[in-house]
């Protein structure tokens, strides 16, 4: 249900628009898929795709990260975001045993693009405790927010997913 979607869906369901995202691709590297829709050519997107724009927007103008520093952070972050997203898919068609990636939680050491951002499972994170200037991105929640942005646009009950203590 989340994969093969047109741009205007994903784009309001993430809450940018997509000039925005055009030039986070052009200027700044950002990676989404390459799918391309058979009869004329548009992108399409997925909910790996829809993450990594919330990501993008989470970076930009809530923390207020340079774009390019965000585009870097969230290329990084790209395989777990798809691994998250694939979760998310197995757990809404009735995996309950689907695993999540043991990774989820992306430290960033500051938003001045000093050092590369780190991935973390919650324990390791519990056990290294806070360090000032380091941003937690739990990933997971990410992936959540953006598919429940795609649920509100395309009018899918949210009620009916699957929460992460179930």
């Not at 590297?29 to 927007?57: E, I, T, V, W």
Request: glycine share 10%; aromatic share 6%.
């Amino acid at each position: 249900m989340f994969q093969n979607l047109r741009a205007g869906p994903v784009m309001a369901g993430v809450g940018v628009n997509s000039s925005t995202v055009r030039a986070w691709i052009r200027n700044n590297g950002l990676k989404l898929s390459d799918d391309r829709g058979a009869l004329d050519k548009r992108p399409l997107y997925d909910l790996a795709d829809a993450g990594r724009l919330y990501l993008m927007r989470i970076l930009t103008t809530r923390l207020g990260m340079p774009a390019q520093l965000a585009a870097d952070a969230t290329n990084a972050a790209t395989l777990i975001i798809e691994g998250l997203a694939a979760w998310q898919k197995l757990r809404m068609d009735g995996g309950e045993s689907a695993v999540a990636p043991d990774q989820w939680i992306m430290v960033l050491g500051g938003l001045d693009g000093t050092s590369a951002p780190s991935f973390y499972t919650a324990d390791v994170v519990k056990e290294r405790g806070f360090v000032i200037a380091e941003v937690f991105v739990d990933l997971r929640a990410v992936v959540r927010m953006a598919l429940e942005g795609l649920c509100n646009v395309l009018g899918v009950s949210v009620f009916d997913l699957p929460r992460e203590d179930d």
